[in-house]
């Protein structure tokens, strides 16, 4: 099978995006653009299908001017089905849907947090790494193993992105929350917040709690912001060593948005490097939710043969562990 070109579609939740990807791994485009609710509000999923609406042809035109292509050039098309919200999956998918039958291009299915995964291992050049998957939709620890993707541990209620983002807006600030939140804790102090672990899993939703009566109670915003990151990634850091030490892996890679944070990246290095392993980030144009992690899923599945298994258009719930993934 020669070079092969595919074009990916990411649309889970507030960013619609475009990507252009060859199977050399060159980046041909990658093409965004992002729904933000009003300043104090989440999500309103109805609003992110619209904003996807009015925004497709456009990103889709950029991506093709970016990469000096046409449709007719392009080989495969793979769209994200899930996890997420279903207003935008569901237009995310009929768009490509229609991109396919009208160009007769194949078209197959991505799992979005599989794809977080392949893109920071293609971008990183790690081989068999703990993935640290944190974002304002899902936190996991995650490992290649045995031919699968396998859960190491998770969050039992609400990610860690969106225990930030709720923070957050209760201070007031714009979304999204964690950027916000980590500039404030620059000049914050400790005070105590739930520290919530069970087992290899962990819990965000009481500190969440914890933090905004802090707040209400007249804490210092700055106070707040430091404690619920202090608290929160040393959790995180804690399960991720668990699962580094029974695995045996010695790469450590931090995908998904909330792998920015540099207070983060401190505590998970400092971890590493006591652990004799090596730490590893996304590049931050990739770590976010982007149309090119779509496509270079969606171009690895088409090379290997891999079929979805289903026949849905969506799957909201979609885990990272359900995918009977090919070896990568």
Not at 136 to 148: D, L, P, R, S, Y
Request: proline share 5%.
């Amino acid at each position: 099978m020669g070079s092969l070109t595919c074009l990916g579609i990411e649309g889970t939740a507030h960013t619609f995006g475009v990507g252009i990807i060859n199977s050399e791994g060159k980046v041909l485009a990658n093409e965004k653009s992002v729904y933000n609710p009003q300043l104090g509000k989440g999500i309103v999923p109805h609003e992110a299908a619209q904003h996807h609406k009015e925004n497709c042809e456009k990103i889709l035109k950029n991506a093709l001017l970016k990469a000096n292509l046409e449709l007719k050039d392009i080989d495969v098309l793979a769209y994200s089905c899930g996890p997420g919200l279903s207003p935008p999956l569901i237009f995310t998918a009929n768009f490509a849907i229609e991109l396919s039958k009208k160009h007769k291009k194949p078209l197959l299915p991505a799992n979005h947090c599989v794809a977080h995964l392949e893109i920071g291992k293609l971008m990183t050049h790690t081989k068999e790494p703990v993935y640290m998957y944190l974002s304002g939709g899902n936190t996991q620890v995650i490992a290649f193993v045995e031919g699968k993707y396998r859960i190491f541990g998770e969050t039992e209620d609400i990610p860690i992105g969106n225990c930030l983002d709720i923070v957050s807006r209760e201070m007031g600030l714009p979304m999204p929350g964690g950027v916000e939140i980590e500039k404030l804790a620059k000049n914050g102090e400790y005070v105590e917040l739930p520290y919530v672990v069970k087992g290899m899993d962990v819990s965000f939703s009481g500190i969440a709690t914890a933090a905004i009566r802090l707040l209400k109670d007249g804490v210092r915003k700055e106070n707040v912001a430091y404690s619920l990151q202090e608290t929160c990634f040393s959790m995180l850091t804690e399960v991720t060593e668990r699962a580094v030490a029974h695995i045996g892996k010695e790469e450590v890679l931090l995908v998904g948005g909330v792998a920015v944070n540099k207070r983060l990246q401190q505590m998970v290095n400092q971890m590493c490097e006591e652990r004799e392993a090596k730490m590893y980030v996304v590049p931050k144009e990739y770590g976010g939710d982007n149309g090119l992690m779509i496509a270079w899923t969606g171009l690895l599945a088409y090379k290997s043969g891999w079929k979805p298994g289903f026949k849905d258009k969506i799957k909201p719930k979609w885990r990272t562990d359900e995918v009977s993934w090919f070896q990568t």
